[in-house]
């Protein structure tokens, strides 16, 4: 694979005490191009701007995906990933969904392990730190046909960061005008649409004190989806509930992750629909205990309130949150201070 490396690394410049989430970028990038039915090889280049067409069709009809993984370091200096065989599965299914040619998993995996030792000094060890990885793929094509392209860019950029919210609680709105995904649609991708749909109604949310969304399902609001960028995860008495993936939410691999932890401290857990009506019964009750979120960027976020027609309503303190416990557990196993639950952890070095 073609190596150039960047002339100077930014590394000394950068506070890593205080990383805005997704703004600080490594030295180098991965990129393969797609022509002519096929990948290519790919090469490594310092990281920076690049030359493309303004008629590129990622720009008219954003046919573009994304992954976000982490990559972490343990106290012996092991760089580890965490279930990437996840995301690149999870890749190629947006792809296939965008009508985006799916990627080589050896160029997929080439590029991010050549990239990762690369610029291994920028993953740093202790909790809430980690290299995060963002792979996407774009069309390239100069033309403004409204049909699929033939010709693709696939990147993997990396950033150095802490989790996205650091150690706050959140505050969300379940949102009863806006739908972030319809049945048939493109809720489960990662699709850069997605994300672009859901900035004005979170907008608006940010504007009455809210941090996020609770999307609920598109036909009638009544049931809850996840947030947009996180799944969602409900205690009620002491039973976990968190709305089943389906073709309006991405299938989380924190979340799928979080299952398999949480029956593994035999906590009962239901993969199910989960109504506003439900919701705010075992609220009235005294019965909600906790609600946190789920994601490769924000781990597993609790959520402190959540506003519902114009009324917020706060989730009582409790002493051992599942939260606190699940996370915990999560990251002994990423940071490799536990052993593997299964086959979750690739060693790159
Ligand atoms: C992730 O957790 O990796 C996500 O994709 C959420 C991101 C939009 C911040």
Not at 290 to 295: A, M, P, S, V
Request: charged letters at 25%; glycine letters at 6%.
């Amino acid at each position: 694979m073609k190596i150039t490396l960047s002339k100077k690394s930014k590394i000394g410049n950068v506070d890593f005490e205080n990383l805005e989430f997704g703004k600080i970028f490594t030295d180098h990038i991965f990129v393969s191009k797609y022509s002519n039915g096929q990948w290519s090889e790919g090469e490594i280049m310092p990281y920076g701007d690049f030359l493309i067409s303004p008629s590129a069709r990622v720009f008219h009809y954003g046919q573009a995906i994304f992954e976000g993984m982490k990559c972490y370091k343990s106290e012996n200096n092991s760089l580890i990933l965490f279930r990437p065989d996840e995301n690149f599965k999870r890749f190629n299914k947006s792809s296939a969904r965008m009508a985006i040619p799916e990627i080589d998993k050896e160029v997929f995996f080439n590029g991010l392990t050549h990239l990762l030792k690369l610029d291994s000094e920028w993953v740093k060890k202790g909790d809430g730190n980690a290299l995060y990885i963002r792979p996407f793929v774009f069309a390239s094509e100069p033309s403004i046909n409204a049909s699929e392209a033939n010709e693709y860019i696939f990147m993997i950029i990396c950033c150095a960061s802490k989790s996205y919210y650091g150690d706050q609680k959140i505050k969300v709105k379940i949102e009863e005008k806006y739908s972030r995904a319809a049945k048939g649609g493109v809720g489960y991708a990662k699709a850069a649409g997605n994300y672009a749909a859901q900035f004005y109604p979170t907008l608006l949310a940010k504007n009455e004190g809210y941090q996020q969304i609770i999307w609920t399902d598109s036909n009638n609001h009544k049931s809850i989806e996840e947030a947009g960028t996180m799944n969602l995860f409900f205690r009620i008495k002491d039973k976990l509930i968190t709305s089943p993936t389906s073709d309006s939410i991405l299938d989380g691999i924190t979340r799928k992750s979080i299952i398999e932890l949480a029956q593994s401290f035999n906590i009962d857990v239901e993969e199910r629909p989960i109504t506003i009506d439900e919701l705010m019964s075992s609220f009235e009750k005294g019965e909600l205990k906790e609600i946190f979120g789920t994601g490769t960027a924000v781990v597993v976020l609790p959520i402190e309130s959540f506003g519902y027609k114009n009324k917020d309503y706060k989730i009582p303190e409790i002493e051992n949150p599942f939260s606190i416990k699940l996370k915990k557990k999560l990251n002994d196993i990423q940071y490799d201070r536990s052993l593997d639950f299964g086959d979750w952890k690739l060693k790159i070095t």
